[in-house]
């Protein structure tokens, strides 16, 4: 099992800037994709953004496309959410996720087993 903590979060108004990060402690980190959600009040949980386990691939959802930038530091068994131009749509709890499997990456928030207690993004307008 593994432990995450998210911090970052705060209050920013449309067009600003906020990054995201996520240590994560407990089972061998650089073996793990790891994972973005968020989850905004009366809506599901959904994807942000995605890394593979090594970092060499990311999946980013279309509406944070060339805004959002995810990353991770292996050494430091944290990943990161860089977020620019930010509107008040992206407004919600951000999570940080485990992948259940080592050594395979995919999207949905069901194929992720370990979650933080999650960050709050508030984004005025």
């Known amino acids: 099992q593994v432990q995450l903590v998210e911090s970052g979060g705060g209050l920013v108004q449309a067009g600003g800037s906020l990054t995201l990060s996520c240590a994560a402690s407990?089972?061998?980190?650089?073996?793990?994709?790891m994972g973005w959600f968020r989850q905004a009040p009366g809506k599901e949980r959904e994807s942000v953004a995605i890394i593979s386990w090594s970092g060499g691939s990311t999946y980013y959802e279309d509406s944070v496309k060339g805004r959002f930038t995810i990353s991770r530091d292996n050494a430091k068994n944290t990943v990161y959410l860089q977020m620019n131009s930010l509107k008040p749509e992206d407004t919600a709890v951000y999570y940080c996720?485990?992948?259940?499997?080592?050594?395979?990456?995919?999207?949905?928030?069901?194929?992720?087993?370990?979650w933080g207690q999650g960050t709050q993004v508030t984004v005025s307008s």
């Open positions: 996720a485990a992948h259940r499997s080592s050594y395979r990456t995919s999207v949905g928030p069901a194929e992720f087993g370990s």
């Open positions: 407990g089972r061998t980190f650089s073996n793990y994709a």
